[in-house]
């Protein structure tokens, strides 16, 4: 285990009972073990994972209605607006 590790792993079993549930509630919505999810909340902090799991779940649930653009139809509509904006690179004589 190197020193990074050994800190992740001290701070991980000095969380408060509040904190532990806290990683506890994250990684089950971001369905994965708590230790798991550890590095990243040590990193980036409660907050901000908390956002990013949020906004993954968010996007599942627009997916799943419906409610966004086929990847198919965005690469059409870059194409048609490359084709029409970009001049093609001349060719070397």
């Known amino acids: 285990m190197n020193a990074r590790q050994k800190k992740q792993a001290e701070a991980l079993a000095a969380l408060s009972a509040a904190d532990?549930?806290?990683l506890e509630?994250?990684?089950a919505l971001a369905q994965m073990a708590p230790?798991?999810?550890?590095?990243?909340?040590?990193?980036?902090?409660?907050?901000?994972?908390?956002?990013?799991?949020q906004a993954d779940l968010d996007a599942d649930a627009?997916?799943?209605a419906g409610r966004t653009?086929?990847?198919e139809e965005v690469m059409a509509q870059a194409?048609?607006?490359l084709e029409a904006h970009v001049k093609?690179?001349?060719k070397a004589d």
């Open 79 to 81: 194409r048609r607006i």
């Open 25 to 27: 509630h994250l990684a």
């Open 69 to 71: 653009i086929p990847h």
């Open 20 to 22: 532990r549930m806290r």
């Open 88 to 90: 093609p690179r001349r």
């Open 35 to 53: 230790e798991r999810l550890w590095p990243e909340i040590w990193q980036y902090g409660f907050d901000d994972v908390e956002e990013s799991i």
């Open 62 to 64: 627009a997916i799943a």
